[in-house]
């Protein structure tokens, strides 16, 4: 049994103890369960906000995987292709609009249309592999732009379907190496597929040109 000289505590689960003296008088000073139980918390707080830092960075870190580096032989097919393509691309776009004859508007639209999927293609790939590119067409196909740009309508579709037959056949040999020895699988059959594209673009403007 306790008289009233002794020491009362009071206190709660979730607040610092007070001690009374015997004047009934709170002291301002926290007992040591209260300071061990909010030193416990504040260091429980700190782990937790450490580990939720460490939990984002990690979700970071695997949100942006590392590009993949290709060899520099297939690094510079990608950038050859490309000018390759869009040196076709400008070709048939030129055409599309010039052409009289039903069969070079239709080989015209052929070409443009593989030209747009495979610079699709190259694009997304460099994009991926960290590959440079210029962006512009071959300076071949630059300049059969500029020496058929200027045709009549007599004789461009006939020049036209020769510049094509020309520069496919060019583009075939990058393609076809890049087909037998490129590193990389995917490399290898987008290569394969145009250096099928290019064949049959090849022997089509071959029966336009001039004979």
Known sequence: MFSRNHLA??????SEQSIRPRDGK??????????SIFRSATKATIS????????????????APALSAVSPDDQSFVQTAQQDVLGNYALAALARSKAQNPQAKALAAEIASNAAA???FIRTYAKEHDVALENKPSARAGNQYGNISSDDAKSFDGDFAKAIYIDANM???DFKDEAAHGSDPALR?????????????????QKLGPQ
């Not at 505590?9 to 979730?14: F, G, K, L």
């Not at 709170?26 to 300071?35: G, H, L, R």
């Not at 059959?189 to 403007?205: H, N, P, R, V, W």
């Open 26 to 35: 709170p002291s301002n000073k926290p007992s040591a369960i209260a300071s």
């Open 171 to 173: 583009a075939v040999d």
């Open 189 to 205: 059959d987008f290569a394969k597929k145009q250096l099928q594209a290019l064949e049959q673009i090849a022997g089509t403007a």
């Open 118 to 120: 495979a610079s699709d």
């Open 48 to 63: 937790t906000l450490n580990l939720s830092f460490l939990t984002l960075a990690c979700a970071l870190c695997t949100a």
């Open 9 to 14: 505590i009071n206190a709660s689960p979730c």
